[in-house]
């Protein structure tokens, strides 16, 4: 009871902070729809095999990206709680360091999952129209993958010190990460090496797994695996960060 | 059930080469105000870490309210509470939503948390700066939101690390007034550390000098100046030889020195002490012409204790000139 109010607690005030801060949001919405706009109306010129319509397949990957974006960025929250002192606040508190890791990662993983959803409702604007159904369906995916890309930018956080390491980190991170996801071009026409490396990068079955649920098409895994390992790695990550924040204390 | 809040047994830190904390043992009773007094890096922030908990000893032993620093940490948390020396607040939310988050990350329930709340916020009085964001409130302000929070959660222990450092000095009078307060109210043990003499003066029953991680000496703060001499009392008047047998008739434990126009007295109180020489001399038909009264320095009592003066520590000092400038800028 403590425990879940204590996280609950943590993730309200990450909530509370995104959401007061206008400007990051917009900043943050600003990435995808320059994608979906720009990018996926200028890539029309040609055409590739297999696809209908460019920006119809880009939408799950530029929702991934989204995630992925925000989630790695909110990792930044770490080392200003750290620069700030809140930090200190938490560790003395007696509550578990899992606790504590779990009101960061759902505060900034409803966030990013947030965001995504604030994409998904674009849709209509590049002439999609998205069964409700399907729509409902990708939410829970939206956010366990939000979940577990959030903890990489914490796991980043809790091991840097400075505002800009994580920023340079963070451009380390983000652009390989979705770019490798198939996020912009089919994995199955990819050459080989490329493919290989793509599915090092958990990005990868999140974006496969919306294309199959949103869209029902271009998926190139069967979907269950992409769930499977979706969930496997935000559980992963989940432990990962706990285990660290209990490794370095302040 | 032990007598003591605190009790440490032989307490060592070594960072590396360096003892920061060296077989300090100390017995702090309930509901006594103690102060650690010791210029920066003496080891009284990092006593206080360990004490909290923060710090993993090297060696030796502390119980904290009868719970073991080492093997019951969850234990002596729910036991402290501790104001950091540093700013450790959330200065994007509002004061009230950072004592909501104590309340629950230390587990006070709802109902109680809400009037406890509105408890805390009236004794620092900030009730009606409570919904506003933290990063309105000036730098005094934040330090009572702080207090307020140290104390949200019922602890039998309060620390408080240089609780007034960086702080001008109504604020800090400001400050102290809040912390006698809660003293009186809550009557809580409360350990802080200071390096300003006044403020352990001001606030504790017992002080202990820290030096080298050292305790070199633990008293009340009279007797410790007591045996430095205490106050230095100056006047200047006409005959002071004259004045000075007349203070002796009174209390021959003073020892007035005086030259032609000055009589020197160190007494232990200087403040209550001036109306003496104001009378002594009035019964002589005397004039006094004017009084000082020197307060001994944090030096003066370090210089006794430990045979030297407060070293010079220019990187430990700028280090507080830069986090006092951090909390300006914030």
């Known amino acids: ?250 | 059930m032990s007598e003591f809040a605190i009790e440490t047994t032989n307490l060592t830190k070594r960072f590396g080469d360096v003892v920061a904390v060296n077989n300090l043992s100390l017995k702090i009773p309930y509901k006594e105000v103690f102060g650690l007094l010791g210029p920066n890096g003496a080891g009284k922030t990092t006593t206080l870490n360990m004490l909290c908990t923060i710090l993993k000893p090297s060696s030796g032993k502390a119980l904290v309210d009868g719970h073991d620093i080492d093997k019951e940490p969850d234990a002596v948390r729910k036991s402290i509470g501790i104001v950091f020396q540093d700013p450790s607040i959330d200065d994007r939310l509002t004061g009230r939503e950072n004592l909501e988050i104590h309340a629950a990350l230390y587990g006070v329930p709802l109902a109680e948390a809400k009037k406890r709340i509105e408890e805390v916020l009236s004794l620092v009085e900030l009730e009606d700066k409570a919904d506003k964001l933290m990063r309105t409130y000036s730098g005094g302000m934040r330090r009572r939101l702080e207090l307020a929070r140290g104390l949200l959660h019922y602890p039998k222990i309060l620390f408080l690390d240089e609780p007034t450092i960086g702080l001008d000095p109504q604020t800090r009078e400001h400050i102290w007034k809040y912390i006698k307060e809660l003293i009186h109210r809550e009557k809580i043990t409360v350990v802080l550390t200071t390096h300003y003499m006044e403020e352990a003066d001001e606030l504790c029953d017992r002080v202990g000098i820290i030096d080298y991680g050292r305790i070199v000496a633990v008293d009340t703060p009279e007797n410790l100046k007591r045996k430095i001499g205490g106050d230095v009392i100056t006047a200047e008047v006409s005959k002071p030889k004259e004045l000075a047998a007349e203070l002796r008739k009174h209390d021959p434990t003073v020892t007035p020195g005086f030259t032609e126009k000055i009589i020197r007295v160190t007494v232990p109180e200087g403040e209550k002490y001036i109306p003496h020489i104001i009378h002594a001399a009035d019964s002589l038909g005397m004039e006094v012409e004017s009084v000082s009264v020197k307060k001994p320095t944090l030096n003066d009592v370090f210089l006794s204790y430990t045979g030297h003066a407060i070293r010079e520590e220019t990187g430990k000092w700028m280090g507080t000139m830069s986090m006092v400038h951090r909390r300006r800028i914030k």
């Open chain 1, 1 to 250: 009871m403590s425990t879940a109010r204590s996280i609950y607690m943590l993730w309200l005030r990450e909530l509370k902070r995104e959401w007061r801060e206008k400007s990051r949001i917009i900043a943050s919405l600003t990435t995808p729809i320059l994608w979906l706009f720009i990018f996926g109306t200028g890539m029309r010129v040609g055409k590739i095999e297999g696809i209908a319509d460019y920006q119809v397949f880009i939408f799950p990957g530029v929702i991934g990206m989204t995630l992925l974006f925000s989630s790695i960025r909110s990792g930044i929250s770490v080392i200003w709680d750290k620069e700030f002192g809140f930090m200190k606040e938490i560790l003395v508190a007696p509550v578990s360091r899992t606790t504590i890791i779990l009101g960061k990662a759902m505060g900034g993983a409803t966030n990013a999952f947030l965001q995504g959803i604030i994409v998904l409702v674009l849709s209509p604007l590049i002439g999609l129209w998205l069964d409700p159904v399907r729509a409902v369906l990708a939410l829970p995916t939206m956010f366990v993958m939000a979940l577990g890309l959030e903890c990489i930018g914490l796991l980043i956080g809790i091991f840097l010190d400075s505002l800009e390491g994580f920023q340079m980190i963070m451009s380390f991170i983000n652009m390989p990460m979705f770019f490798l996801s198939g996020a912009i071009f089919p994995l199955n026409m990819a050459p080989k090496a490329l493919a290989v490396v793509s599915y090092i990068d958990p990005l990868t079955y999140g974006v496969d797994a919306l294309r199959i649920i949103l869209l029902g098409d271009y998926g190139v895994l069967p979907l269950w695996i992409d769930l499977v390992i979706v969930c496997a790695f935000a559980l992963l990550m989940v432990s990962l960060c706990s285990l660290a924040l209990r490794k370095r204390k302040q």
